[in-house]
């Protein structure tokens, strides 16, 4: 089973998609994720992707194909996919693959928010460097300030492009680039399924899975 899950920087897919997997028992793909665990390694494509990372700008399609082509093999096509596809080659290049592999996209969730309410939360924004645990200074506070609730002595850190200069190009770069992927879906006969992002974390988590649980069950 395939999930893809779109929106702008700070919708909430890398949240959102933290629940679905655990709903769905798939793997959680985060592009973003895994060229972060390739520039802490210290690998090629580390270092390839780190300039346009750090300037809020996409790594080149042919870079991230390979990497999530990867991913996807790996994950023996039963995966929610976050931050992928970004761009129309890679949307259609993602098609491709998954009918090269018998499979398809099952379902595609399309976070709806607006540019105002995402610098908020993605400045605000806490990570875990141990475990990957996201947290937020108001909306989801870790019991004990600065420290990941999970991994006990562990300080939060924030992303290098979580910078109000960053986070603007980042937007513009969503709108410029990787909106248009939704049109690529609805343009071929895709259902996309808008949720309205700009609500309490639980609540946007109760619409998806109930959407995907009545999309998925009628297949
Ligand atoms: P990536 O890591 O994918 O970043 P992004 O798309 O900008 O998304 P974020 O991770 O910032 O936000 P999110 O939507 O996951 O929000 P989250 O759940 O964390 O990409 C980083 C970079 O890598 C890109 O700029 C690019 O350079 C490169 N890259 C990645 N994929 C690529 C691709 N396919 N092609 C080319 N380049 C690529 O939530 C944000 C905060 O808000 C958290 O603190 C959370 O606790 C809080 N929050 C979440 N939901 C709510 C809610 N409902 N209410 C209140 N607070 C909330």
């Known amino acids: 089973m395939v999930i893809v899950l779109l929106g702008p920087p700070g ?11 655990d709903r769905f028992k798939l793997t959680h793909l985060s592009s973003g994720d895994i060229l972060r665990s390739e520039r802490t390694a210290g690998t090629e494509l580390g270092k390839k992707a780190q300039s346009f990372m750090d300037a809020g700008k996409l790594v080149p399609d042919d870079l991230i194909i390979a990497m999530m082509s990867g991913a996807i093999t790996k994950a023996k ?73 999970k991994c006990k002595g562990q300080s939060l850190t924030q992303r ?15 709108h410029q680039q990787t909106s248009a992927v939704v049109g690529y879906y609805t343009g071929a006969g895709g259902e996309v399924l ?16 109930k959407n995907l649980e009545s999309l998925i069950l009628a297949k």
Request: charged share 30%.
């Open 11 to 21: 919708a909430g897919k890398g949240t959102q998609c933290k629940r679905i997997v």
């Open 160 to 174: 290098v492009d979580d910078t109000p200069d960053v986070i603007r190009e980042r937007l513009k770069t969503y």
């Open 77 to 149: 096509g039963n995966c929610v996919l976050d931050g992928f596809p970004r761009t129309v080659v890679q949307a259609s290049e993602l098609d491709r693959e998954l009918e090269r592999k018998g499979n398809s996209i099952d379902a595609i969730v399309n976070l709806v928010i607006d540019d105002s309410v995402v610098e908020n939360r993605i400045t605000g924004r806490r990570s875990c460097p141990a475990c990957g645990a996201v947290y937020h200074l108001e909306s989801l506070k870790p019991k004990v300030d600065g420290f990941c609730d």
């Open 194 to 209: 808008d949720v309205d992002a700009d609500r309490a974390i639980d609540a946007v988590t109760a619409e998806i899975i």
